[in-house]
């Protein structure tokens, strides 16, 4: 599965979806979810779930999702210099 462009395999992608329940961004968690079950390419995630995982990910983030926490921050530092929220 893809996120933020990132390719993530599916015991990431529950992790990430632990995470997220823990962190109190249930539809997130429950996006990821369905994708999975679906084994969709690309889980329709919105600008908020992105922003969500980066603040759920944090300064703790696990080894096996390091790289899409780079992303979501590149993505996030982008839209920001672009003027965007």
């Given at each position: 599965m893809?996120?933020?462009g990132?390719?993530?395999?599916?015991?990431?992608?529950?992790?990430?979806a632990?995470?997220?329940?823990?962190?109190?961004?249930?539809?997130?968690a429950?996006?990821?979810?369905?994708?999975i079950?679906?084994?969709?390419?690309e889980?329709?995630?919105?600008l908020?779930?992105?922003?969500?995982?980066?603040?759920?990910?944090?300064?703790h983030?696990?080894?096996s999702?390091t790289?899409?926490?780079?992303?979501?921050?590149e993505?996030?530092?982008e839209?920001?210099?672009?003027g965007?929220?």
């Amino acid at each position: 599965m893809r996120i933020a462009g990132v390719r993530v395999n599916p015991p990431a992608v529950r992790l990430l979806a632990q995470i997220m329940d823990d962190a109190g961004y249930p539809a997130t968690a429950a996006t990821l979810r369905q994708g999975i079950e679906l084994k969709a390419l690309e889980p329709a995630l919105t600008l908020e779930d992105h922003e969500a995982m980066l603040l759920a990910l944090g300064d703790h983030c696990p080894t096996s999702l390091t790289r899409l926490r780079r992303e979501l921050l590149e993505d996030d530092m982008e839209r920001r210099l672009a003027g965007g929220t």
